[in-house]
């Protein structure tokens, strides 16, 4: 036991690099980031020689950015008016406790949300 616990360590670094170094990988990974950059290119030079198709694209990317916040939006305030219907479900005196400070936190929970999202 006292021979295998010196070359653990040692074994565990050699195996560990030799994953790092795995050729295959590597090529595998540089040839998809080549093909990648060259179909970016592609793209570009055909938005470059059709503006018409660039500005659509643009369009279309700033509606579906403006779906999207709508989308969120509309599920913050399905989550608000949710939590204010589970607080009306209580019992007078327990909802008239907690309400304010549930629809506070919840709404401040939300709106955090929604900014990281956007």
């Not at 093909?35 to 290119?41: F, L, N, P, T």
Request: glycine share 2%.
């Amino acid at each position: 036991m006292a021979d295998d616990s010196p070359t653990e360590p040692l074994d565990l670094l050699v195996r560990s690099t030799r994953d790092l170094l795995r050729p295959e990988e590597l090529v595998r990974e540089a040839t998809r980031d080549i093909v990648k950059d060259e179909i970016r290119r592609h793209i570009e030079r055909k938005l470059k020689d059709d503006p018409k198709l660039a500005q659509d694209l643009r369009e279309a990317v700033h509606q579906l950015l403006e779906a999207r916040a709508r989308e969120y939006a509309a599920l913050l305030r399905v989550g608000a008016l949710t939590a204010r219907l589970g607080v009306s479900t209580l019992p007078e005196d327990v909802r008239r406790m907690i309400s304010q400070q549930i629809v506070s936190l919840v709404s401040s929970e939300l709106g955090q949300i929604a900014e990281k999202a956007l």
